[in-house]
């Protein structure tokens, strides 16, 4: 059996982070399993203890409305996140090597405002026309890296 992909987060808030995170990749939240009308009435339902269901009973996983990408599930975790991420995303949106240059650039400007508005940040812009290349690296709301490319 082949397995399936879910990408975890340990986040400090994960109804926060599943928001960006819906708005940067254009997911939806998933609803919850069928037979319940919340995510913690399921976490309930497996013996997830009470005192772990804090903040909203909101949506903490995401799915790819097309149902072609991996799922996402924000787990809240009591530490901040202090280093580098070892994994990061990349937001692959100008179309590679074969769009020029400049048209990608225009395109991912765009994007990273879009993600600004959202609640992200640049860290850093890799743009080195030589080698034909540019990305800029971003923190979501809580730090993590990644990229738009």
Not at 30 to 36: I, L, N, S, T, Y
Not at 45 to 68: F, K, N
Not at 94 to 111: N, W, Y
Not at 118 to 132: C, I, K, M, Q
């Amino acid at each position: 059996m082949t397995p399936r992909l879910q990408i975890t987060v340990d986040c400090a808030d994960p109804v926060e982070l599943a928001a960006f995170w819906a708005t940067a990749l254009h997911y939806d939240p998933a609803p919850p399993p069928e037979g319940f009308a919340s995510w913690h009435g399921w976490y309930r339902s497996v013996g997830v203890p009470e005192e772990e269901l804090t903040g909203p009973d909101a949506p903490d996983r995401l799915v790819d409305p097309a149902g072609v990408g991996p799922t996402f599930w924000f787990q809240q975790v009591p530490e901040p996140k202090t280093v580098k991420n070892r994994l990061h995303l990349d937001l692959s949106v100008s179309g590679g090597r074969s769009q020029p240059l400049a048209e990608r650039r225009t395109v991912i400007e765009a994007e990273v405002n879009r993600l600004e508005k959202a609640g992200a940040h640049v860290f850093r812009l890799l743009d080195d026309p030589a080698n034909d290349y540019i990305a800029v690296v971003m923190h979501d709301p809580e730090g993590n890296e990644f990229c738009v490319c």
